[in-house]
Each structure stands twice: as C-alpha cells, then as structure tokens.
C-alpha cells in the first residue's frame, strides 16, 4: 500500500505535497521500500535515512531514489529521464 503523501515531516506537520519518488533500501536481503518522497524533500529524506540507518532502526545498505512515473500526462512536456 502506498500513501498518497510525501513521507517527511518538517516540525511535526507532514508535508502535503504529491510524491515524485520512491524511497527504498537496498540491503544484504534485497530491497524493501521506507516510504515517498515529493522533489523538495529528497535531500531531507536522505539525511534521515541515514540517521536512521546509523541508529539501527532500518537496515544497511544503499538508498534507492527510484521516480514514480507521472499519473497526469496531459501537459507534461516529452522530456528525458535525468535518471
Ligand atoms: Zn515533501
């Protein structure tokens, strides 16, 4: 099940805005997902996923920023893929 919101909190509000990606570990026993992430939080969510990840509360490995794919394609411009 995935939430429909940006997965950070900034001074105990969660931010409202639509995730553009999703954020997964990938670990010694395979990739799992921790949650999504809108374009302005990727940086904070990286930083706590380290932490996190430093603190024991999720497992080591490599952070995954994997971009969901646009659900309005109406008026998006045929640009490349930056990944
Ligand atoms: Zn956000």
Redesign the pocket.
Known sequence: MLPEK?S?RMNGKS?S?PPSSIVSILSESGEYMIGL??N??IMSMKTKTLSMQKSGKISKGKIKFQRLKPVMTDCVLNLKDID
């Open positions: 940006c950070i931010c805005f992430v809108c302005d939080h």
